[in-house]
């Protein structure tokens, strides 16, 4: 009987202990959200050296419709370097220099893509994007 | 009407005479009804109860009330054990109960912390690694939080027992103290033990 009560007790506390999944882009226990696929098949083309307008292009395989919106295309400088993101495009390619605002410099650089999903509730209000997962690191060398 | 005050006079009078005829002094004297031998064993008896009231007095004074040092231990724990002269233990059931919910807090903050990351991230490993990151420390947090309790319930159940015990030494004490007393005034005049 005490042996019970004290299991029972315990049981009470780690239910009490759990938390909530409030995050409203949280698929879990939600199945109405679809999470981006994980995308692959990153390529990385870098202009020519002397070129005076440098740029990065990158190329990926896009992913079904279904569950993609636009993606992301992040920029480091190492390969376990922090990401930042540097477009968003809605197609599977990204030509990093083509914009005003893009800045690309002769050196070395890692690119990282994901897609997101724009997500809504049940009255089509805007949740927010759900990114999905990103992409293995891909090298580039942006000559002078 | 002065002849009517003679008479009342007169009428108290005898009738107090008589009622002093009546009462008999011998038996009220008679210390030996009580059990006692004649007035050397009342007076050992006078000094024994005096005795008793003094020590008892002291003990009144000197002793804890259960109930206030159960008041004393729930507000701050180990502090009942610490009025009843029990002051390591007291000592350990304050730090066990301040580093429990201390560390039972830290923890909470931690997760709370988690959780609003949690809350704003938007991407799907963010996501999964904030709960996960906010749900651990939760748990041990809870888990803390409950050694508290059954620290402070015990502290609770063990102040009972100190004030107790630190009663019956109060007693033991006063008892020893009084059987040690060199010198005593009774009516029989000054005592002195050697």
Redesign the interface.
């Given at each position: 009987m005490k042996t019970k009560l004290i299991l029972a007790?315990l049981v009470l506390?780690?239910t009490?202990?759990?938390?909530k999944?409030?995050?409203p882009?949280?698929?879990?226990d939600n199945p109405d959200i679809i999470?981006p696929d994980q995308v692959s098949g990153v390529q990385c083309f870098a202009s020519q050296a002397g070129s005076a307008n440098k740029y990065v292009e990158v190329r990926w395989i896009a992913n079904p419709a279904l569950n993609t919106d636009g993606y992301y295309v992040f920029r480091g400088l190492a390969y376990n370097s922090d990401y930042a993101v540097v477009d968003t495009v809605a197609t599977n390619f990204c030509n990093h220099g083509s914009e005003a605002w893009h800045s690309v410099l002769p050196g070395d650089y890692w690119y990282k893509v994901?897609a997101f999903r724009d997500v809504y509730d049940g009255n089509g209000n805007f949740l927010?994007?759900?990114?999905?997962?990103?992409s293995e690191p891909r090298f580039i060398r942006v000559p002078a | 009407m002065r002849k009517t005050g003679f008479t009342l006079f007169f009428l108290i009078l005898a009738s107090c005479l008589l009622a002093q005829i009546q009462f008999d002094i011998e038996s009220f004297a008679d210390s030996t009804k009580y059990g006692w031998q004649d007035w050397r064993g009342r007076a050992a008896y006078r000094e024994d109860l005096l005795n008793r009231q003094e020590m008892l007095q002291l003990y009144e004074m000197e002793s804890s009330s259960i109930g206030a040092a159960i008041l004393k231990s729930a507000l701050v724990p180990g502090f009942g054990q610490i009025t009843s002269k029990a002051g390591t233990k007291g000592t350990i059931f304050l730090g066990a109960e301040l580093l429990s919910l201390g560390v039972s807090l830290y923890l909470y903050d931690r997760s709370n912390y988690y959780y609003n990351q949690y809350l704003t991230a938007t991407q799907i490993d963010d996501i999964q690694q904030y709960y996960s990151l906010a749900q651990t420390p939760r748990y041990y947090s809870m888990l803390f939080l409950a050694l508290g309790v059954v620290i402070w319930g015990y502290n609770i159940y063990d102040v009972i027992l100190t004030t107790d015990n630190y009663n019956a030494q109060v007693w033991q004490d006063i008892l020893q103290k009084h059987s040690k007393k060199a010198v005593s005034l009774g009516p029989e005049g000054i005592r002195v033990r050697f």
């Open positions: 007790a506390l780690l009490a202990a759990c938390l999944h409030n995050n882009l949280d698929p879990y999470v994901s927010g994007k759900l990114e999905g997962r990103r | -």
